[in-house]
């Protein structure tokens, strides 16, 4: 069964590093898109992607993030310096160009900002 | 502005009983769809079960079912035949409507134990 796919799993870094968050969504997939969740938070709503432009972006997509899907199959999550506050689960989910589409997520980053 | 609640933070049931949980949402969209989600321990987040403002029926995906009351905005995950494996957190979550590209906003979640 297909499934988006993510990378690194788990990424240690210092605060004001840059980490990339790299996903492979499901390869028929038109729509792309970043949640996060902060440990025991509820899963929040960072940028949807579509026809390789941002289409929507929340208020915690900040001038620090950056998307990019350099290829026809990788879609990458760029935060130039990280914070403390970023530390949290990163998912990567896609869905397909039909109405009713669910989305659908890949197995998480877990990013730590030491 | 689109909002998703979840009142339970946790509960239990036992093996094998049939268990509710509840969601209700606030939007103002006459098209929208309504999503539950499974999360596991190790993190990631399954599709269980999607219910359109515009379907009649209930949906159903095995031992999923979503009673859905559109009046009072409501869209509560049943399972029945609770299993061990159910023990999870389980969000609720809405897609906006006409016009967003299918962004999902989500609940913040009932943690589930079944209890053997």
């Known amino acids: 069964e297909p499934e988006v796919t993510q990378t690194p799993s788990h990424q240690v870094t210092q605060m004001g590093q840059e980490v990339i968050l790299r996903c492979v969504p499901i390869s028929n997939h038109l729509y792309f898109y970043w949640y996060r969740q902060i440990l025991g938070q509820k899963v929040e709503f960072l940028v949807s992607?579509?026809?390789?432009?941002?289409?929507?972006k929340s208020e915690i997509f900040d001038d620090q993030f950056s998307v990019e899907r350099p290829d026809g199959s990788n879609f990458t999550l760029k935060i130039r310096s990280t914070k403390l506050e970023d530390s949290a689960m990163y998912f990567c989910?896609?869905?397909?160009?039909?109405?009713?589409?669910?989305?659908?997520f890949g197995e998480g980053s877990r990013l730590t900002v030491l | 502005a689109q909002k998703i609640t979840q009142t339970q933070p946790g509960m239990f049931v036992q093996e094998k009983e049939a268990v509710t949980l509840d969601c209700t949402y606030d939007t103002s969209d006459q098209s929208y769809g309504l999503f539950w989600y499974k999360q596991p321990s190790s993190g990631e987040m399954i599709f269980l079960i999607y219910?359109?403002?515009?379907?009649?029926q209930n949906a159903t995906e095995g031992r999923y079912s979503l009673n859905f009351q559109k009046a009072r905005k409501s869209a509560n995950l049943v399972i029945s035949a609770s299993q061990l494996g159910d023990s999870a957190m389980y969000f609720c979550?809405?897609?906006?409507?006409?016009?967003?590209?299918?962004?999902?906003?989500f609940g913040k979640g009932t943690k589930l134990s079944v209890k053997p």
């Open positions: 989910a896609s869905r397909d160009g039909t109405n009713t589409g669910e989305l659908f």
């Open positions: 979550a809405m897609r906006k409507g006409r016009g967003s590209q299918g962004n999902l906003i």
């Open positions: 219910q359109g403002s515009y379907d009649e």
């Open positions: 992607f579509y026809n390789n432009e941002i289409s929507e």
